[in-house]
């Protein structure tokens, strides 16, 4: 049977996670300066120990409601393939482990979600957590060339 470990975080009242393997650090907000004429959901750039690093905001990636960040909001920095970037979440509340049988695999498109974008859904008691295939939503995000421009 395998396993996988799974960072759980909020974005609105939902719980998303992606695998712990892409997760280099989870950061308090810091200074993020703006880039012109980017997509909605590209926050901008942060300067990370000498590295320039992309900030996205799934929020409006996904569409779902904004709210004013709060005291809990987290940058939570990923690498993929050899590629930082960090997303903009709400909370981070967990690492979990699970059987990786346990993730039911969608078929059709969510909620204004690409389906690309969802790896699974878990369910875990009466808790719902939408299961992120970070590598695919990279290459969604980056579809907008933005990784000469913001790298």
Not at 5 to 26: H, K, P, R, W
Not at 86 to 113: F, P, R, T
Request: net charge negative; with cysteine.
């Amino acid at each position: 049977m395998s396993y996988c470990q799974l960072v759980v975080f909020n974005l609105g009242f939902e719980e998303y996670a992606v695998n712990i393997s892409y997760a280099q650090e989870i950061l308090r907000i810091p200074k993020i300066t703006r880039i012109p004429n980017v997509p909605n959901f590209v926050e901008g750039i942060i300067n990370l120990r000498g590295k320039v690093i992309p900030i996205f905001d799934l929020k409006k990636r996904f569409g779902i409601d904004e709210s004013e960040r709060g005291i809990d909001s987290r940058l939570l920095i990923l690498e993929l393939d050899g590629i930082r970037l960090g997303i903009i979440v709400d909370d981070v509340s967990e690492v979990i482990k699970m059987e990786s049988d346990s993730i039911e695999h969608l078929v059709n498109e969510m909620a204004g979600i690409s389906k690309n974008s969802i790896e699974g859904i878990s369910i875990l008691g009466e808790r719902i957590i939408i299961i992120l295939n970070i590598l695919k939503l990279k290459t969604e995000i980056f579809k907008y060339n933005l990784q000469k421009e913001l790298i």
